[in-house]
T-cell receptor
Framework: EAGVTQFPSHSVIEKGQTVTLRCDPI?????LYWYRRVMGKEIKFLLH????????ESGMPNNRFLAERTGGTYSTLKVQPAELEDSGVYFC?????????????????FGSGTQLSVL | AQSVTQPDIHITVSEGASLELRCNYS??????LFWYVQSPGQGLQLLLK??????LVQGIKGFEAEFKRSQSSFNLRKPSVHWSDAAEYFC??????????FGPGTRLSVLP
């Protein structure tokens, strides 16, 4: 079974440019999460999709970030325009949709992340 | 403020030595507790988790963790470290009804 895959693994862009990160969750996983780790700090929650709907986007830092999950399969996270402080590692995670809260988090699978460097 | 702390940013141990990575949380109620590891170029891999019951939890790769309610701690231990254990380790909590909250991570280096 394929795991959570993220593309690209690394991205180096200049300030002001646009970057789109992609996440392919494990097949059948309705829950999809984006996290990021900036400047060696803690990993922080960005948002949560259930299928194609945004369940919780309270962690999105500002309107330069746009996440989509058309069709409820893969997801993209676009940063436009990118700023220096956006540099970091962006993680995607997925899990099956199970009734009850913690079950979804118990079986959360993470991708290897996208290392974004904004120069 | 509610948070997860990992006091040690970087730890270096010799291969074969014992290891303890510290994790403390500050939440009113006991959250669900996790330890993840990230090896270079890899994703976050779950080592172990605590929901309830026995406070000593066994995980993969020979790791264990002990939940101590009185100290709000969930420290990770391994009796004998292998060179392949060199990685970054993250403690995480899931407060009831909320998403994951991660600690800042502890980087482990292993000397031959």
């Amino acid at each position: 079974e394929a795991g959570v895959t993220q593309f690209p693994s690394h991205s180096v862009i200049e300030k002001g440019q646009t970057v789109t990160l992609r996440c392919d969750p494990i097949s059948g996983h309705d829950n999809l999460y984006w996290y990021r780790r900036v400047m060696g700090k803690e990993i922080k929650f960005l948002l949560h999709f259930v299928k194609e709907s945004k369940q919780d986007e309270s962690g999105m830092p500002n309107n330069r970030f746009l996440a989509e999950r058309t069709g409820g399969t893969y997801s993209t996270l676009k940063v436009q325009p990118a700023e220096l402080e956006d540099s970091g590692v962006y993680f995607c995670a997925s899990s099956q949709l199970v009734a009850g809260g913690i079950s979804t988090n118990e079986k959360l699978f993470f991708g290897s992340g996208t290392q974004l460097s904004v120069l | 403020a509610q948070s997860v702390t990992q006091p040690d940013i970087h730890i270096t141990v010799s291969e074969g030595a014992s290891l303890e990575l510290r994790c403390n949380y500050s939440y009113g109620a006991t959250p669900y507790l996790f330890w993840y590891v990230q090896s270079p170029g890899q994703g976050l891999q779950l080592l172990l988790k605590y929901f309830s019951g026995d406070t000593l939890v066994q995980g993969i790769k020979g790791f264990e963790a002990e939940f101590k309610r009185s100290q709000s701690s969930f420290n990770l231990r391994k009796p004998s470290v292998h060179w392949s254990d060199a990685a970054e380790y993250f403690c995480a909590v899931v407060p009831y009804g909320q998403n994951f909250v991660f600690g800042p991570g502890t980087r482990l280096s292993v000397l031959p």
